[in-house]
């Protein structure tokens, strides 16, 4: 397999977890079970979904739309992020969904931090009160354009790419840790191996940015990856959605993500069950299911996604983004 291969399945991966999640985004499990039963298919949005209303079954929300952003950046930039660039392309494109008449707008930090942009602060100043998951849900690009096995480099990209909107410790070290996994498993890395290198990139990167209250990404990581539920998937959904929580946090959403790679790893669930249960959880399904399917992705390549439906995906979306990932990977 293919460096090519596998940063294509990391890319598609994301966007095929972000349209899985679309329907059911901000959605209880009680509501998403009464409507749709169990994702396992591309859903239309309905009429009541509260953000993407309407919204065509295979459409991305602002998880792959953003992480094409940083990717786009990083091509422009040869490698490095200008966080000043970053803060304009992020306001230009929410004026755009805006334009649009669309709900699908900045995520919490990400908007606080462009209205202190806009109000004179600096991009370091920005992101200081950042810590959900929008930095590590657009830190694809990242993953395929770093390579991990210079951990301080890496964790500098890492950063250049959070810093204006997630200035923290959990936004900084849930986006490593992400970033890690992507990219380990562009080099060959199997899925465990990867999976644990991005649990002490977490554990490396949590000195950097300010410091905010809440459980540690890594040690949340590493005991997310010893559940263990006999097979048990209701048991397993239960866990997740009850005890370690899927709302924007950092520190919730992104150790979920985590806790069902791991079942894939184990081989409990296949990466196309596992990004399922992910748009069936309730809370921030879509963003959950895009980090998990960028991660697996790069460890199991574009073979692992059904190819019907990452063809829908691209048409609906009107979405090529082999020119974007091979410029990435020109930068690695």
Known sequence: MTALDRALGAFYGL??????????????????????????????AGPLQPIAANMPKGSITDDTEQAILVGQLLVEGKGRIEPSQLAQRLIEWEAEMQA?????????????????????????????????????????????????ADPLRFIDAVIQACQVTHNTTLGISSAAAVAAVISAGINGMELGQALSLGQQIAQQAQSHGHWVAGGKIASRISWARTISVDSDKAMLADLLYDVIGTSVASQESVVVSFALAQQVAIREMTAFESLCMAASLGGDTDTIAAILGAMLGACLGLESWPTAMIDKVKAVNDLQLEPLVKGLLALR
């Open 100 to 148: 649009k008449g669309s709900q699908d707008l900045l995520g919490p930090s990400t908007k606080r931090a462009i209205e202190m942009i806009l109000a004179g602060h600096s991009p370091e100043e920005a992101g200081r009160y950042g810590t959900t998951n929008g930095a590590a849900m657009r830190i694809t690009p990242v993953g395929i354009a770093a390579n991990v």
């Open 15 to 44: 966007a095929l977890g972000d349209a899985l999640g679309m329907p059911t985004q901000s959605l209880s499990r009680d509501v998403i079970k009464a409507r749709f039963g169990e994702i396992v298919d591309l859903q239309d």
